[in-house]
Each structure stands twice: as structure tokens, then as C-alpha cells.
């Protein structure tokens, strides 16, 4: 009797494309990128100096490859299968290098492993990328500050800090990832002409 049990679970196990030795399913994880840009016009005829754009430096709580988002105060969770292709800082820099060269605003415009000669630096810092879903419809925040740096004498010639709210209109990661392309495009547009008019 006994024995005639144990087939008929081994049969219904089998039956069931259910093993002990199976392995274990896993959601497939999705990787996605900030690849947005604006169009940019120089304001300007006379291309007299060198930018070097430095590559941002993060919060620690966003310096990751993770996908940021709040549902409540004072609490910042991440997504478990969707993520950014990079963090957010190598995502960032390539698109400011390509939005200020974009300009025709600079003799040139250059960003590490350059190490020659430069009429000034652009350092910023990422503060927040995150989707906050507290309301509806939900905000992707993204918060850069920057400074401009003239490199002769050291001095800081201006500072700003950025702060781009965009609505994300579908609730799901791959919502907050399209609303973090268009908030990068509006911060971008913002830094190219902070940096035109500074410089």
C-alpha cells in the first residue's frame, strides 16, 4: 500500500513538471539606459575656451546600478529586476560632454582621462535619482549641483543646484525610466546654458 503511494505522488509530481531537483525560476532582470538629449543652440559667435566636464560624483545611496523609488517618507527602496544598464553617473557624463559640445559654444569640450590644459571645470554631484510614487501620478526627482570652476586662479565662478520634477504617468519601473530620460534632457538643456553664460 504503501509502496503504491509513493508512485502515485512520484507520478503526480512528474505529471506536475514539479522536482526536488528543478531549478529554481527567477524573473528575468531588465536593464535599461538614459540616453536623452536636448537640442541645444550656441548663444554665442566666440569660441574661446576649454571645458573640462569631470565625471559626477553620487550620493552614496544612489550610486548604484539599482533603480530608486519612495513610497513613504524617509525610506528609499529599490527595484529587484529592473536596474539601470550603468550608474547613474557613467550614464550622465557622455550626455553632458555631448550636450555642451552640442552648443558649438566651446573650443572644445573634454572629460577624463584628459589631463592637459583647460580653461574650466565643470564639477557636479548627483543628489537624488529616485521615482517617488507617494502620489499620483508619481515624480521622477532628479537633483544636480554644479559648479564651474575657473582653472587659472581655482575660484569657484558660479554654483547652481538643479532640481527637475517629472511626471511619471505609468506606475511601473519602465514608467520612471522614460520620465527619467526626459528629466535628464530638461536638466541638460538647464546646464548647457548655466554653463554658456558663466563661462
Partial sequence: MRFLKLIL???FLALNGCSLFSPIQTPDQSAYVISKTPVVRAKRQVQRHTLLVLSPDTKSVFDTALMAYTVKP???SFYSVNKWAERPQQMLLPLMVQTLQNTQG???VIAPPYNGESDFLLSTQILSLQ???????GMLELVVRA???KTSTSR?????QFT?????FRRTPYGGVIAANQATARFLREL???CLRYT
Avoid at 131 to 137: E, H, T, V
Avoid at 164 to 168: L, N
Fill in 156 to 160: 569657484v565662478v558660479a554654483t547652481k
Fill in 192 to 194: 548647457a546654458a548655466f
Fill in 164 to 168: 527637475v520634477h517629472q511626471p511619471i
Fill in 106 to 108: 566651446f573650443r572644445a
Fill in 131 to 137: 521615482q517617488n510614487l507617494m502620489r499620483s501620478p
Fill in 74 to 76: 524617509y525610506e528609499i
Fill in 9 to 11: 505522488l512520484l507520478s
Fill in 147 to 149: 559648479e564651474l570652476i
